[in-house]
Nanobody, 120 residues
Framework: QVQLVESGGGLVQAGGSLRLSCAASGSIFRINAMGWYRQAPGKQRELVAAITSGGSTNYADSVKGRFTISRDNAKNTVYLQMNSLKPEDTAVYYC??????????????WGQGTQVTVSS
């Protein structure tokens, strides 16, 4: 079993910054892609940013230039630095990890979500 524990959400004014962290623990042989998704009320969950084990990144157009995803492979942790936040960034942010277990089976895991609220 693998657990993803997120931290760093909160309330911030427009133009401010937040940094989200997500640490994976448990039966991990290797973590392939890691990413952040978000879901606003009444909307579908959407990809915000993703990063491969080699460091290649992918961002939603709406956050390019404002958000930066990074990871520490030694700590099995992924980060999301969010700058120039806008009210439309308000959502629950979920961490995702594609984990290879010691039995060499790949699973998709999700964190419990952390609320990010940006006030205008």
């Amino acid at each position: 079993q693998v657990q993803l524990v997120e931290s760093g959400g909160g309330l911030v004014q427009a133009g401010g910054s937040l940094r989200l962290s997500c640490a994976a623990s448990g039966s991990i042989f290797r973590i392939n892609a890691m990413g952040w998704y978000r879901q606003a009320p009444g909307k579908q969950r959407e990809l915000v940013a993703a990063i491969t084990s080699g460091g290649s990144t992918n961002y939603a157009d709406s956050v390019k230039g404002r958000f930066t995803i990074s990871r520490d492979n030694a700590k099995n942790t992924v980060y999301l630095q969010m700058n120039s936040l806008k009210p439309e960034d308000t959502a629950v942010y979920y961490c995702n990890a594609v984990v290879v277990t010691p039995s060499l089976i790949e699973y998709d895991y999700w964190g419990q979500g952390t609320q990010v609220t940006v006030s205008s």
